[in-house]
C-alpha cells in the first residue's frame, strides 16, 4: 500500500492498494485525532469528483477513517449520458474486487480501530453498498445506501449480515417508490441484521448532493440524514 501522492488522472487519488491481482487507488482521509473506525464511501456514476472527496474529508471530520475507492480509473465527468454510460460499462465484478480491496485496506490499517468497517454509498454506489455487504459478510458492520441503483437483485441479501440505513426520495425516478418497496421487503425478509429503509416525502434523486446536477438538492434533508447516518456507523463502528 502507498499512501504518497500520486501523479494520476484524478487528483484526488491519495492511496494505491491491491485488488484482483493488480493495484487499484482511491482517496483516503484521517481524522485529527489520527485513529477511528474505518468507513468505505462509494461514488456516484459521476466518478471520484470533488464531492466524493468532500464528503470523505467530511467523514473523517466526524472521526472515521474514510476511504472512496476510485471505481472509474481517474475518470470524473458531469454529463449525465457519460456518466450512465461509464456506470455500464464498469462491471460488477471488477467494482466489487476493487471494494474488497479497499476493506482489506482498512482492515489492516494501522489508524483503523475498528474490527468491521461501515459502506456509504449515494446513487450507483448506494447499490454497490449492498453488493459489498453480501459478498463481505461480518466484515461489514453498517451499510448505508443512498437512493441506491440497482445492484441488490445481483446478489443474495441473505448474506447481508450488517445493519442497514437507507435513504431514499419518494420522487426518485431512478430509485422509484416500488423498487424501495421491493429492497425494503427483500431486506427485511432475509438480512441478517436491523433494516431501517427510509422513504422521504416529496425528495428526489441525489438530494444529498450539494453540486445540484438534477436540482433535487435539500439541504436540510442532506443534514438531517448525514446526523443519522454518522450517529448509526459510531452506534455499529464506535
Same mark, same amino acid.
Given at each position: #500500500?502507498?499512501?504518497?501522492?500520486?501523479?494520476?488522472?484524478?487528483?484526488?487519488?491519495? /492511496?494505491?492498494?491491491?485488488?484482483?491481482?493488480?493495484?487499484?487507488?482511491?482517496?483516503? +482521509?484521517?481524522?485529527?485525532?489520527?485513529?477511528?473506525?474505518?468507513?468505505?464511501?462509494?461514488q456516484e456514476w459521476w466518478g471520484l469528483t470533488d464531492h466524493v472527496k468532500d464528503v470523505t474529508d467530511r467523514f473523517a471530520a466526524e472521526?472515521? *477513517?474514510?476511504?472512496?475507492?476510485?471505481?472509474?480509473?481517474?475518470?470524473?465527468?458531469?454529463?449525465?449520458?457519460? +456518466?450512465?454510460?461509464?456506470?455500464?460499462?464498469?462491471?460488477?465484478?471488477?467494482?466489487?474486487?476493487?471494494?474488497?480491496?479497499?476493506?482489506?485496506?482498512?482492515?489492516?490499517?494501522?489508524?483503523?480501530?475498528? !474490527?468491521? *468497517?461501515? +459502506?456509504?454509498?449515494?446513487? #450507483?454506489?448506494?447499490?454497490?453498498?449492498? *453488493?459489498?455487504?453480501?459478498?463481505?459478510?461480518?466484515?461489514?458492520?453498517?451499510?448505508?445506501?443512498?437512493?441506491?441503483?440497482?445492484?441488490? !437483485?445481483?446478489?443474495?441479501?441473505?448474506? /447481508?449480515?450488517?445493519?442497514?440505513?437507507?435513504?431514499?426520495?419518494?420522487? !426518485?425516478?431512478?430509485?422509484?417508490?416500488?423498487? /424501495?418497496?421491493?429492497?425494503?421487503?427483500?431486506?427485511?425478509?432475509?438480512?441478517?441484521?436491523? *433494516?431501517?429503509?427510509?422513504?422521504?416525502?416529496?425528495?428526489?434523486? +441525489?438530494?444529498?448532493?450539494?453540486? !445540484?446536477?438534477?436540482?433535487?438538492?435539500?439541504?436540510?434533508?442532506?443534514?438531517?440524514?448525514?446526523?443519522?447516518?454518522?450517529?448509526?456507523?459510531?452506534?455499529?463502528?464506535?
Open positions: #500500500m502507498h499512501e504518497e501522492a500520486m501523479m494520476a488522472d484524478n487528483p484526488h487519488q491519495n /492511496v494505491t492498494f491491491a485488488s484482483n491481482g493488480g493495484e487499484a487507488h482511491g482517496y483516503l +482521509a484521517t481524522p485529527s485525532s489520527g485513529s477511528g473506525p474505518g468507513v468505505i464511501v462509494i472521526g472515521f *477513517v474514510a476511504l472512496a475507492p476510485d471505481l472509474y480509473g481517474g475518470k470524473t465527468t458531469h454529463d449525465a449520458d457519460e +456518466a450512465g454510460q461509464l456506470m455500464q460499462e464498469l462491471p460488477v465484478t471488477q467494482a466489487a474486487q476493487d471494494l474488497k480491496g479497499a476493506v482489506d485496506l482498512l482492515l489492516d490499517h494501522d489508524a483503523v480501530t475498528s !474490527d468491521q *468497517v461501515g +459502506a456509504v454509498g449515494f446513487c #450507483m454506489g448506494g447499490g454497490f453498498v449492498l *453488493v459489498l455487504a453480501a459478498q463481505e459478510g461480518d466484515r461489514i458492520g453498517a451499510a448505508v445506501p443512498y437512493y441506491g441503483v440497482g445492484g441488490y !437483485d445481483q446478489v443474495d441479501l441473505s448474506d /447481508v449480515t450488517a445493519p442497514v440505513l437507507g435513504h431514499y426520495g419518494s420522487e !426518485d425516478d431512478f430509485a422509484p417508490p416500488a423498487q /424501495v418497496d421491493d429492497l425494503r421487503e427483500k431486506l427485511s425478509s432475509k438480512a441478517k441484521g436491523s *433494516v431501517d429503509i427510509r422513504s422521504y416525502d416529496g425528495a428526489g434523486h +441525489a438530494f444529498f448532493n450539494d453540486e !445540484d446536477h438534477f436540482g433535487t438538492y435539500d439541504a436540510e434533508l442532506a443534514a438531517e440524514t448525514w446526523q443519522a447516518t454518522v450517529a448509526f456507523l459510531h452506534e455499529h463502528l464506535g
